[in-house]
């Protein structure tokens, strides 16, 4: 089956360190990737996305690389602010009649502080 | 924002009782899901919809059913609610072959 496997936390940077929150996938087929991102009391917010090999997502300052040869979907920032300290998710997905159903991982909590 | 909206937030309900969490969108997708979250363990699905009455279940569907009887509205039931069912509970919609959108959280503790 699908499954998602991501770094434990808590990630603990001062500001403006580089961030990278390691996430590997086993999966049948193609799936697309995505990190999402919950900040604190809230739902999750999709950060990045990305559909096919070699795809790279960015949004707001992070990036993440479909790499297929080593299945993984690595989320980098080159310089890391208070204000991402939030919880991330990997996951992926594939469709079925169920739409686009998601395997998440664990959660990375990112705790950046002054 | 995606339109999606749980009620309650919060509710705390005692061993044994049965809850009902409700999720609404406004955005007239086709596809709703219900999850729990807790520590360690990401997002779980428990059930989710793939049209008006067309349910399935997920990865941890025991003890809970739902219902859809409108497009805009997804319920989640505890029949007899049990201490291992105190989690965050998520509502999210989508489209087909793209992302979901997660609704605010309902925080249900059971005692």
């Known amino acids: 089956g699908n499954s998602v496997t991501q770094m434990e936390g808590p990630v603990t940077l001062s500001e403006e360190a580089f961030l990278t929150i390691n996430c590997t996938y086993t999966a049948t087929g193609y799936p697309s990737l995505f990190w999402y991102v919950q900040y604190p009391g809230e739902g999750l917010q999709l950060l990045l996305k990305a559909t096919k090999a070699d795809d790279k997502g960015s949004n707001k300052g992070f990036e993440a690389t479909y790499r297929k040869e080593t299945t993984s979907f690595h989320l980098e920032k080159g310089s890391v602010q208070v204000s991402d300290s939030a919880v991330y998710f990997c996951a992926l997905s594939h469709n079925n009649n169920a739409g686009n159903m998601l395997t998440f991982g664990g959660g990375t909590r990112l705790m950046v502080k002054p | 924002d995606a339109g999606i909206t749980q009620s309650p937030r919060h509710k705390v309900t005692e061993t044994g009782t049965p809850v009902t969490l409700r999720c609404h969108q406004t955005e007239n997708h086709r596809y709703m899901y219900w999850y729990r979250q807790d520590p360690g363990h990401g997002l779980r699905l428990i059930h989710y919809?793939?049209?008006?009455?067309?349910?399935d279940k997920g990865e941890v569907s025991d003890g809970y059913s739902v219902s859809r009887s409108k497009t805009e509205d997804f319920l989640l039931t505890l029949e007899s609610a049990t201490s291992s069912q105190t989690s965050v509970y998520f509502c999210?919609?989508?489209?087909?072959?793209?992302?979901?959108?997660f609704g605010p959280g309902t925080r249900l503790t059971v005692t």
């Open positions: 919809s793939y049209g008006v009455k067309d349910t």
């Open positions: 999210a919609i989508s489209e087909l072959s793209r992302e979901q959108y």
